[in-house]
């Protein structure tokens, strides 16, 4: 029997990686936020953002009464996304709104208060905070 082995491969995101220019980081995050709304008509049941949030309430009965702390929000990712989907749902449902915490090792701050300032239900921690630490 012979076993097929597949190259080894790094996942990382260039974003954060030191020698990366912020205007390539701020490419990478409008790249990732269009994946995330991504819908393609007869293949999927509506974007990635869509499919997050039903998991959500299909998952998490009292959804309102939670917040989601993105630990590894970066510059926000699909985050902003996923708070406008599912509290635009939840209000339809007349349901109260979901916070949204973002943090990050690297916390891109410029960039999260762009966002805060533009969501009213996402916050970010400035200082920075290790995931692999929380507890």
Same mark, same amino acid.
């Given at each position: 029997?012979? #076993?097929?082995?597949?190259?080894? %491969?790094?996942?990382? *995101?260039?974003?954060?990686?030191?020698?990366? @220019? @912020?205007?390539? !980081?701020? !490419? *990478?995050?409008?790249?990732?936020?269009?994946?995330?709304?991504?819908?393609? &008509?007869?293949? /999927?049941?509506?974007?990635?953002?869509?499919?997050?949030? $039903?998991?959500?309430?299909? !998952?998490?009965?009292?959804? /309102? /009464?939670?917040?989601?702390?993105?630990?590894? $929000?970066?510059?926000?990712? &699909?985050?902003?996304?996923?708070?406008? *989907?599912?509290?635009?749902? #939840?209000? %339809?449902?007349?349901?109260?709104?979901?916070?949204?915490?973002?943090?990050?090792?690297?916390? !891109?701050?410029?960039?999260? *208060?762009?966002?805060?300032?533009?969501?009213?239900?996402?916050?970010?921690?400035? %200082? &920075?905070?290790?995931?692999?630490?929380? /507890?």
């Amino acid at each position: 029997m012979q #076993l097929f082995s597949w190259p080894r %491969s790094h996942l990382l *995101e260039i974003g954060d990686r030191i020698w990366c @220019p @912020p205007w390539l !980081h701020r !490419h *990478e995050q409008l790249l990732l936020t269009q994946l995330w709304n991504l819908r393609t &008509p007869g293949w /999927s049941r509506g974007s990635l953002a869509t499919q997050a949030c $039903a998991g959500f309430k299909e !998952h998490l009965k009292d959804i /309102s /009464s939670y917040t989601v702390l993105d630990i590894c $929000a970066g510059a926000g990712r &699909p985050t902003p996304v996923l708070e406008s *989907e599912l509290n635009k749902e #939840l209000g %339809s449902e007349g349901k109260g709104p979901v916070p949204f915490v973002l943090t990050d090792l690297y916390p !891109h701050i410029e960039e999260c *208060e762009r966002i805060s300032k533009k969501q009213q239900n996402i916050i970010y921690i400035e %200082s &920075p905070v290790d995931a692999r630490a929380v /507890s």
